[in-house]
């Protein structure tokens, strides 16, 4: 398969400049870089994704990273498939975050109709269940962060807590992992009694165990030196590849759709200041370097659970279903709304006739975006730097596919 | 003096973080595990948990609205009409497709398939995974028995309606008629 | 005292006349390498089992629970009957020679090293007078092994972990070693029945820590290193799981496969006895002392009880390792470099410097 990866045994200069801006000098012996495929089988890719390095020694010296190898034909189904059979279909791109999925897609139709009122108990009861959705995603991403370092307890610990996530969300809808459960119009059910006082337990559990994380793996020294001032991200690179999520704010850039494009319950959160936006600030090593964006995501659960906390003090009892006709015709028109998934911008665009089937439903997963920069932060890396890299993107196969 | 520093700062940093760590792990060293020994010991199944699906086969009306909500058709029924009442064939569930959102459960307008706790579905052949919910093939009794109501209770008025068109005389054609021809 | 061990002495006593002596030597040989090898083979069966424990446990779970019933006790057993049984693939293109000799020489090497320990005061299969100089020369040639599994798998992951390891190896010896000079100069000697009787006193518990301040520290630079030399994490770079998928052993299945694991484990032993007989008293403990009071020195009760002290300092040295196994994140390669080279050599120098002064002074 020809790559654009170039070969330097067969150049005939003297000398070249790394990406790091270092000099080598060639010697009489000319040594060919090695070829390495970090295959689609591997334990650190966070899925299938295939990333042709070329590398000198443990040095890289390109990269590649090719997708496709998780690819359902996701937007195509949307054109054949009535609006609301969709929503199973959207749990399965980012299948960590489920929740944030169905509620993306959601919003998208629901721009769509005009007159449409969601209830505020659905509003509270949504706003719950993506943020502990959040809370779960990001625990995932920090625990197998943690394996592909080294350390493989934070992955049982963070694992712990995720198992009653998901029993929370087991009882509220019954499935564990794509839930389908936030629907246009609201939710599909209401939450079961007691569910509400579960939820404040969680939270309050929730505190003691991420102390441990902290202490554990983000300020361990080790893992500080795995992580600290690799993979520097530079504010203007983020915003030129058009990063989002953690990827960006660790690089020091406060954006955070939540809070500067609201949706949903989180311009009231502003008003009360519920919740802050957490920004890298290069504390051990460059702005803008894996432990940066780490630290962003785990310091990200508390605010959360901080949300979480928030709803739970103004839910009241009421409706949890919009005024939806059986019958579902979505009046004709486009419209593209984005919500501040685990990882960064999940957009949805989707386009009406006014039918029963979507005309287009096209999503712009945040994964894909933030795969682009591998190709260039992983030249100048060493082998085993390139895998904090990915990990540190926590990319989701099945979002950059689709 | 700089370097010096931040050499036994790096030594101090890694003795402390690791004692902290360690001090981590060892206090769940001691305790007891979480872990729940599946499948000598289980854990409580919700009650909307999502399983393998249950009909109740005497309120279904056939009406095909959770054949039609289903995203990837995988389900399949079949009835013959006797009047009001149904004689099953069959009402199968095609389990290698069913991706368990049960969508199937919402349309349904007289609330008679449900998911259960049932997740434990293991066959040794494919065809077994086309699941047939009935729990009985044909007729219910009692359905047979409101059929065979029905369709006395039809002999009599049609028999009625004989008796007084006969006894008025009029030769003009029964406006029920072609009703009756086409419902029979 | 050079030369013989107990199973000689033995069968010195039980031959018949007649017999040449090269013959009972060889047979002595035999006898003893046999024990080891069985001794040995055991004990990492059991390490094993413990190490799946302690992971579990840590991760709040519970490791292997059934095979065999409680708490999956023959669980090792059971593993070795299933990887026995298991296809020996090599790969197409591996250099076959090299693939198959990888795996014996590294257990031949820490088979050898594990020779000069022993096993209780009379007991031993071999006394050698520079025991530990030969362990230190006998454990670095696995690396020799390592080198060589990870080219003659003809596969670049494999040759990534070789290659790591080699470099680790070589850069962990001299820290290694220089730390372990602290207590030679506070016992004065190689041979390891020796050095543990020289720390009986203070009731068994005249240890070498105890005799010099400096030697907490050498403990300490020392268990780092043989942390690396076992290529245990947190350097365990060469065999890292989740970004080589088992580095230089990727390419091994079944029996050969559990070579390598034997040899880790073996290694860990050896370790842990080097350490717990030249810093943490070997075979003294206030046990031992009361033994040799009250049975006296050469009684049963006496040797085992010796037997059992080291076995379980040692025991308690593999803990230790697994504990941090489980709890530290793995280093990267240069890092583990520049802490062999920058950190670990100067401190045990400076170590040796003090220890030197201390034992001049006092």
């Known amino acids: ?402 | 003096m700089n370097a010096t520093k931040t050499y036994f700062k790096n030594v101090w940093d890694s003795l402390s973080t690791t004692l902290v760590g360690m001090k981590i792990t060892g206090k769940y060293l001691l305790q007891k595990p979480i872990t729940v020994q599946y499948p000598d010991e289980r854990l409580p199944i919700p009650e909307r948990y999502r399983g393998i699906h249950y009909l109740e086969q005497e309120k279904c009306i056939d009406c095909l609205a959770c054949a039609r909500a289903c995203p990837i058709d995988c389900i399949e029924m079949d009835a013959v009409r006797h009047g009001k009442e149904l004689e099953w064939i069959s009402f199968t569930l095609d389990y290698q497709k069913c991706m368990f959102c049960e969508l199937c459960v919402y349309p349904c307008p007289k609330d008679c398939i449900h998911m259960g706790t049932e997740f434990a579905f293991v066959t040794y052949d494919r065809s077994e995974l086309k699941h047939d919910l009935l729990s009985f093939k044909g007729m219910a009794k009692e359905a047979r028995i409101r059929m065979k109501e029905a369709e006395a209770k039809k002999k009599e008025k049609e028999a009625a309606k004989a008796a007084a068109g006969a006894a008025s005389g009029a030769p003009a054609a029964d406006p029920k008629t072609p009703d009756a021809e086409g419902s029979a | 005292m050079d030369g013989g061990n107990i199973f000689l002495t033995l069968l010195q006593k039980v031959a018949p006349e007649g017999v040449p002596a090269w013959v009972l030597a060889l047979t002595a040989a035999v006898v003893g390498i046999a024990i080891l090898v069985g001794f040995v083979s055991v004990l990492v069966m059991f390490a094993v089992w413990l190490e799946r424990k302690v992971s579990g446990h840590i991760q709040c779970r519970y490791g292997p629970m059934y095979a065999g019933g409680w708490h999956g006790w023959a669980q090792s057993v059971a593993d070795g009957v299933k990887l026995l049984a298991k296809e020996d693939l090599i790969p197409l293109g591996a250099d076959k020679p090299l693939f198959v000799l990888a795996p014996a020489l590294m257990l031949a090497a820490i088979f050898g090293a594990l020779a000069a320990m022993p096993l209780s005061p009379s007991v031993y299969f071999t006394n050698l007078n520079l025991g530990l100089f030969a362990i230190l020369a006998m454990s670095s040639m696995t690396t020799i092994g390592v080198v060589m599994a990870g080219w003659a798998s003809n596969s670049k992951w494999a040759l990534y972990g070789s290659m790591r390891e080699a470099a680790q190896v070589v850069a962990y010896e001299i820290p290694f070693g220089i730390s372990l000079l602290v207590p030679l100069m506070v016992i004065g000697t190689f041979n390891l029945g020796e050095a543990s009787a020289r720390q009986a006193g203070w009731f068994g518990m005249h240890w070498v820590m105890f005799q010099n301040p400096f030697v907490l520290p050498a403990f300490l630079l020392f268990f780092t290193a043989a942390l690396a030399e076992t290529k245990r994490a947190p350097f365990d770079l060469p065999e890292s799981e989740s970004e080589l998928v088992a580095g230089f052993m990727t390419e091994y299945s079944g029996i050969r496969w559990s070579f390598f694991f034997l040899e880790e484990y073996a290694a860990m032993f050896l370790m842990s006895v080097v350490g717990a007989v030249f810093f943490l008293g070997g075979f003294e403990s206030p046990l031992t002392h009361f033994a040799r009071e009250s049975f006296g020195a050469g009684s049963v009760v006496h040797e085992v009880t010796a037997g059992v002290t080291l076995l379980l300092k040692a025991m308690f040295g593999i803990f230790l390792m697994m504990w941090l196994r489980w709890t530290l994140p793995r280093v990267r390669i240069d890092q583990v470099m520049t802490m062999g080279y920058k950190y670990l050599t100067p401190l045990a120098l400076l170590c040796v410097l003090g220890a030197g002064i201390w034992e001049a002074i006092f």
């Open chain 1, 1 to 402: 398969m020809a790559t654009q990866i170039e070969d330097r045994s067969k150049s005939e200069e003297e000398s070249r400049t790394l990406p790091t801006g270092e000099k080598e000098f060639f010697l009489d012996v000319h040594t060919s870089d090695l070829e390495v495929n970090f295959g689609p089988q591997h334990p650190a890719t966070h899925g299938v994704m295939r990333i042709l390095m070329r590398a000198d020694g443990e040095l890289i010296t390109g990269a590649q990273p090719h997708l496709g190898y998780l690819h359902r034909c996701a937007e195509k189904i949307g054109e054949s498939v009535e609006w609301l059979q969709y929503l199973p279909y959207t749990d399965r791109y980012d299948y960590l975050a489920a929740m944030n999925n169905n509620l993306g897609y959601s919003m998208a139709v629901e721009a769509l109709m005009p007159g449409l009122v969601i209830p505020r108990r659905a509003e509270m009861i949504r706003t719950i269940c993506a943020e502990l959705n959040r809370i779960g995603s990001h625990l995932i991403a920090f625990g197998t962060y943690g394996l592909d370092i080294g350390a493989f307890t934070p992955f049982f610990y963070a694992f712990r807590e995720r198992e009653w996530m998901m029993a929370l969300f087991e009882k509220i809808c019954g499935a564990r992992l794509t839930y389908s459960y936030i629907r246009i119009g609201g939710v599909f059910n209401d939450a079961p009694p007691g569910w509400l006082e579960e939820v404040a337990r969680f939270c309050d559990v929730f505190e003691e165990k991420w102390k441990e994380y902290v202490d554990l793996l983000v300020m361990n020294q080790i893992f500080v030196k795995r992580t600290a001032n690799v993979g520097v991200i530079p504010r203007e690179m983020a915003l030129d590849f058009g990063l989002t999520g953690p990827m960006l704010r660790g690089s020091g850039v406060d954006f955070d759709l939540r809070r500067d494009l609201p949706y949903s319950l989180y311009g009231e959160m502003l008003r009360d200041k519920a919740f802050d936006v957490i920004v890298g600030k290069g504390e051990k090593g460059t702005l803008g370097d894996c432990w940066d964006r780490t630290w962003c995501r785990v310091f990200e659960m508390m605010e959360s659970i901080k949300i979480v906390r928030w709803c739970l003090e103004r839910i009241e009892p009421g409706p949890v279903l919009g005024d939806i006709p059986k019958v579902l015709r979505i009046p004709p028109g486009e419209a593209y709304v984005g919500i501040e998934n685990p990882r960064g911008e999940l957009g949805h665009y989707v386009v009406s006739d006014g039918g029963k089937v979507g005309v287009r439903v096209r999503v712009r997963g945040p994964s894909f975006t933030n795969v682009a920069v591998l190709e260039e932060l992983l030249p100048g890396a060493l082998i085993a730097d390139a895998i904090a890299i990915i990990g540190s993107t926590d990319v989701v196969i099945g979002e950059t596919d689709r």
